[in-house]
């Protein structure tokens, strides 16, 4: 399983992003996709993942109201949707997948394939 992120970049405080996931390879092994990002020095954050069946979502307490997350079947793709982004959104952005388990939630050690990052800096 491949996953390749895209979509981030340079934005004022208050606008929006929209980042996606393109997911490759052996997608029938994949049940979840979640995003993560890392900010400078600090630890890695989940902050929403979707349900490959069913399409159910979490949300982090820090995102919810202005992050949304939604998948795209026809591109095999997850994307998020970030508005009224605000300076600490400042991070580079990670999307993952998990394989089957008793339960999902935004936990990074319970994913198993990673894509690269991609940055995303709010200015204020």
């Known amino acids: 399983v491949q996953l390749q992120a895209s979509g981030g970049g340079l934005v004022q405080a208050g606008g929006s992003l929209r980042l996606s996931c393109a997911v490759s390879g052996y997608s029938t092994a994949v049940y979840a996709i979640a995003w993560f990002r890392r900010a400078s020095g600090k630890e890695r954050e989940g902050l929403s993942c979707i349900m490959v069946s069913g399409g159910s979502t979490i949300y982090a307490d820090s995102v919810k109201d202005r992050f949304t997350i939604s998948r795209v079947d026809a591109q095999n793709t997850v994307e998020l949707q970030m508005d009224s982004l605000k300076p600490e959104d400042t991070a580079v952005y990670y999307c993952?997948?998990?394989?089957?388990?008793?339960?999902?939630?935004?936990?990074?050690?319970?994913?198993?394939?990673w894509g690269q990052g991609t940055q995303v800096t709010v200015s204020s």
């Open positions: 993952a997948a998990a394989g089957p388990r008793d339960s999902y939630g935004l936990d990074p050690n319970t994913f198993d394939f």
